[in-house]
């Protein structure tokens, strides 16, 4: 092997590494994005009472989202 392909080989490595290294911060980006997204259905749920219901239906789906994704997170801890 030469010197270039060593050193071709070890910046492949250094880019697997960080991809897996900042896996966990994907759940809490993902848990982030659905917490706001729940934030602008309580909104819409005071100004729109007649779709009151639907909203509802959806902030409870975000929250299971939330919990399954806390539980990914946790586990990739090993917390």
Known sequence: MTEEEADD?????????????????????????SVREVSVLKKKMQYDPVNAPIYEEQIWTLYTEVTRLKDKYYKTKGI
């Open 9 to 33: 080989l070890s910046q492949v490595s250094s880019i697997h590494y960080g991809l897996k290294s900042h896996h966990p911060m994907l759940y809490l980006v993902k848990i982030s994005d």
